[in-house]
T-cell receptor
Framework: EDKVVQSPLSLVVHEGDTVTLNCSYEVTNFRSLLWYKQEKKAPTFLFMLTSSGIEKKSGRLSSILDKKELSSILNITATQTGDSAIYLCAVSSSNTGKLIFGQGTTLQVKP | DGGITQSPKYLFRKEGQNVTLSCEQNLNHDAMYWYRQDPGQGLRLIYYSQIVNDFQKGDIAEGYSVSREKKESFPLTVTSAQKNPTAFYLC??????????????FGPGTRLTVL
């Protein structure tokens, strides 16, 4: 059965800290891995990763995929209170075309 | 403004009632999806549709029904057969072909509570 596991499930840090969120997967015929940020309502798209070892970056956020280890990390540097959210990892399979989501990591950034 | 809208934002249902959640998109996307989100469980797929007049069951379709009569619209009905419907419901859409279809864009969600 395809599955995606995120860790940690929750994390509390202080402003200015750097955090690393993990996503591991077991998916038949992997096609892509996506990261989303969910604040109160709609998840918003952050990154899509398809190739191993190529870092994607947007401001203080970056992410990289390791196909050998079947995992990805999402880094956030110099965290701000506005980074507080649930971060969702999802993986697509070329078999089904559907996204399989992990449980999410709840990040709280304290002032 | 392109996007996905869902209504209502909050919905209260009495036991035994069917309710319908609306989802509309003006992104010209072919594929649309319904997810259910419960605390600590991430998103679980209820139904999806890749083209008008066609849809498939997701992982937790029991107690739900959908229709796809128009490209822009994908309403979800939560029937009385759904035993535990209290949850946050998210609608999403994506382009149909290639890797672009992996990037799903989400609506703001509907929070359903059974009284």
């Amino acid at each position: 059965e395809d599955k995606v596991v995120q860790s940690p499930l929750s994390l509390v840090v202080h402003e200015g800290d750097t955090v690393t969120l993990n996503c591991s997967y077991e998916v038949t015929n992997f096609r892509s891995l996506l990261w989303y940020k969910q604040e109160k309502k709609a998840p918003t798209f952050l990154f899509m990763l398809t190739s191993s070892g190529i870092e994607k970056k947007s401001g203080r956020l970056s992410s990289i995929l390791d196909k050998k280890e079947l995992s990805s990390i999402l880094n956030i540097t110099a965290t701000q209170t506005g980074d507080s959210a649930i971060y969702l990892c999802a993986v697509s399979s070329s078999n089904t075309g559907k996204l399989i989501f992990g449980q999410g990591t709840t990040l709280q950034v304290k002032p | 403004d392109g996007g996905i809208t869902q209504s209502p934002k909050y919905l209260f249902r009495k036991e035994g009632q069917n309710v319908t959640l609306s989802c509309e998109q003006n992104l010209n996307h072919d594929a649309m999806y319904w997810y259910r989100q419960d605390p600590g469980q991430g998103l679980r797929l209820i139904y999806y549709s890749q083209i008008v007049n066609d849809f498939q069951k997701g992982d937790i379709a029991e107690g739900y029904s959908v229709s796809r009569e128009k490209k822009e619209s994908f309403p979800l009905t939560v029937t009385s057969a759904q035993k535990n419907p209290t949850a946050f419901y998210l609608c999403a859409s994506s382009a149909h072909s290639g890797r672009a279809r992996d990037t799903q864009y989400f609506g703001p969600g509907t929070r359903l509570t059974v009284l």
